[in-house]
């Protein structure tokens, strides 16, 4: 299997997952590999994504558009 080039936390956790699942190997082999941290693997984030107030944000800068 091909895979793109592996640099985001995200990106690596997937890869994580799919050493795990396709080799059986553990969570802290399949971290060392791709030179994961495993806190870094466990790490879910809790920040609210406020998405009502970045729509309107967005709607607002899309009214007021300023050239130059």
Request: net charge positive; aromatic share 8%; proline share 3%.
């Amino acid at each position: 299997m091909c895979f793109k080039k592996a640099l985001k936390p995200a990106r690596k956790r997937e890869m994580v997952e799919y050493l795990q699942a396709g080799y059986s190997v553990s969570t802290r082999r399949a971290c060392e590999v791709m030179e994961l941290g495993r806190s870094t693997h466990c790490y879910e984030n809790v920040a609210d994504p406020q998405t009502a107030l970045r729509g309107r944000l967005r709607d607002f800068a899309e009214t007021r558009v300023q050239y130059g």
